[in-house]
């Protein structure tokens, strides 16, 4: 199961971090990821980790958001930094663990969400 927290209410240019707690999952995945959801808007992916730990980020967030990993406490988080209203989604964290093997299939888990309202 997988369980954000750390989301919450911030003024434009302010920081959160969310947290996912992974357990089980981190060490089993092919990639840790953070997916975001806007109202009215399809889900996107912000950030992520594969396991030759390859950061990935989305052009938005670039520079201003990080993503990391803890194995030891089995978490997976997103700082987030210099925040903007568009930030303002419902954040998901996501794991795909292989079916076969990283390079096939893979199934993915997602967390429940945590709404993140970015404001002047």
């Known amino acids: 199961q997988l369980v954000e927290s750390g989301g919450g209410s911030v003024q434009v240019g302010g920081s959160l971090r969310l947290s996912c707690e992974a357990s089980g999952y981190i060490s089993r995945s092919c990639v840790m990821a953070w997916y975001r959801e806007a109202p009215g808007k399809e889900r996107e992916l912000v950030a992520s980790?594969?396991?030759?730990?390859?950061?990935t980020y989305a052009g938005s967030v670039k520079g201003r958001f990080t993503v990391s990993e803890d194995n030891d406490k089995e978490t997976f988080y997103l700082q987030m930094n210099s925040l903007i209203t568009e930030d303002t989604a419902v954040y998901y964290c996501?794991?795909?663990?292989?079916?076969?093997?990283?390079?096939?299939?893979?199934?993915?888990?997602w967390g429940q969400g945590t709404q993140v309202t970015v404001s002047y």
């Open positions: 996501a794991a795909d663990l292989p079916i076969d093997s990283c390079g096939g299939s893979s199934m993915r888990s």
């Open positions: 980790i594969d396991r030759d730990r390859l950061l």
